[in-house]
């Protein structure tokens, strides 16, 4: 079964919107983290936001804040006043207690001037 | 930069033949993951290391093998190489083998591939 699902294979937004990414996860596990990555075209994969199945607040970074909403699974990453540079693949993640990580297929966002 | 060096970053080489692909963590990192990005099977996480130790495995096949040194650098051995082992190979580290800590830093990859 799909860990982690990411519906939205390419998505556009306006420079200087905000933009939302959906993502939504499956386990049985109580204990998990879910995780933001941004890969850019030229293939680095960059920490973006974290967010701990306890966690009572949601996680944001600067421009980056995450939508937890642990009874529908998911974890929507919003990237605020969007900029050409945000443009790149964007992975969620996952990782329980096994201790692995499991990732969606990616997001291709691209941001238009 | 994240601070994880992965060598080589590109890599072209024969059906059948073995490759080794080589990772260093982060300065003070023990854990050190590996990945498998290609087209068709997206990121996919291999094993993980811990001080040495493997923590984690996941979709690992039999035909590669990992280990990390007491130095911590990790290297990740593909042999009887295929055409779909064609894929990005990357490294993470962290500093903690905990389950649930929050981020693994990546290297930038090493690109393979099997011709």
């Known amino acids: 079964a799909q860990k982690i699902t990411q519906t939205q294979p390419g998505m556009f937004v306006q420079e200087k919107e905000a933009v939302t990414l959906d993502c939504t996860y499956d386990?049985?596990?109580?204990?998990?983290?879910l995780f933001w990555y941004k890969q850019p075209s030229s293939g680095e994969m960059i920490f973006l936001i974290y967010?701990?199945?306890?966690?009572?607040q949601n996680a944001t970074e600067g421009r980056y804040s995450l939508n937890f909403q642990k009874a529908r699974k998911s974890a929507n990453l919003v990237i605020s006043a969007s900029q050409l540079g945000d443009s790149a693949m964007y992975f969620c993640?996952?990782?329980?207690?096994?201790?692995?990580?499991?990732f969606g297929t990616g997001t291709s966002l691209t941001v238009i001037p | 930069d994240s601070g994880v060096t992965q060598t080589p970053k590109h890599l072209i080489t024969a059906t059948g033949q073995r490759v080794t692909l080589r990772c260093s963590p982060r300065?003070?990192?023990?854990?050190v993951y590996w990945y498998q990005q290609s087209l068709d099977q997206g990121l996919q996480f291999l094993i993980q290391?811990?001080?040495?130790?493997?923590?984690a495995k996941g979709n690992i096949l039999e035909r590669f093998s990992a280990q990390q040194f007491p130095d911590l650098h990790s290297e990740l051995n593909l042999s009887s190489l295929e055409l779909g082992d064609s894929a990005l190979y990357f490294c993470?580290?962290?500093?903690?083998?905990?389950?649930?800590?929050?981020?693994?830093?990546f290297g930038q990859g090493t690109r393979l591939t099997v011709v």
């Open positions: 993470a580290s962290s500093s903690s083998g905990a389950p649930l800590l929050p981020e693994a830093f």
């Open positions: 386990t049985s596990d109580p204990s998990y983290g």
């Open positions: 967010q701990g199945s306890y966690d009572q």
């Open positions: 993640a996952m990782k329980d207690t096994g201790n692995q990580f499991y």
């Open positions: 300065s003070g990192d023990l854990s």
């Open positions: 290391y811990y001080n040495g130790e493997e923590r």
